[in-house]
Structures are given as C-alpha cells and as structure tokens.
Nanobody, 115 residues
C-alpha cells in the first residue's frame, strides 16, 4: 500500500508557474510508475505526466514543453513543474502510483489559472 499526499496547488495568473509536490509513504524507485492526472469540472480525469521507475517520462500533448515531471528519490517525492499556465489547465490535480499490487491515489490539489 502507498499513501500519497499532494501539495502546491493554488491560484495563479495566466502565464504563471506552479510546482506541485507528491510525497509517497514508501520508496518511489520501487513503484512501477508515478503519475499526475487532472480532472476539470465536468470532464473526465486525464493523464498529464508520468515517470517510470527507470526514469522515463511521458507527457500529454497539451502540456508538452510547459510541464516537467521529476522525482527526488531521497525524499520519496515527485514534482510537477508547471510553466506558462493557461486557463484550460484549471483542474484538480491528482498524484497516482501504479504498483504490482494496485493503483493508489492522493486526495488531489486544486489548480486555478485565472486573471
């Protein structure tokens, strides 16, 4: 089992930046994939970015070049650096861990991009 706690959300103006954090309760290098999802009001949850245990990263087309997923193995934390934010990035962002024993979710953190 993995407990995940997100932080770092908030209100930001268009063009601004935010960094989300996700603290895991166990070693993230033993987890198959760590991911960030988001869900906007009235829409389905979508995959934003992922990082594998080997360090390979993947991004949704809508965030490529603007968002960066990274990890700090020493603190079992993953990050999502979000730059050049747009109003359409407004959503609740969720951290997810894909393990051999199941999929685990954090509670989510709200990101609002508005002037």
């Amino acid at each position: 089992q993995v407990q995940l706690v997100e932080s770092g959300g908030g209100l930001v103006q268009p063009g601004g930046s935010l960094r989300l954090s996700c603290a895991a309760s166990r070693s993230i290098t033993s987890i198959n994939s760590m991911r960030w999802y988001r869900q906007a009001r009235g829409k389905q949850r979508e995959l934003v970015a992922a990082i594998s245990s080997g360090g390979t990263t993947n991004y949704a087309d809508s965030v490529k070049g603007r968002f960066t997923i990274s990890r700090a193995s020493a603190t079992n934390t993953i990050y999502l650096q979000m730059n050049v934010l747009k109003p359409e990035d407004t959503a609740v962002y969720y951290c997810n861990a894909q393990t051999d024993f199941g999929s685990y979710w954090g509670q989510g953190t709200q990101v609002t991009v508005s002037s």
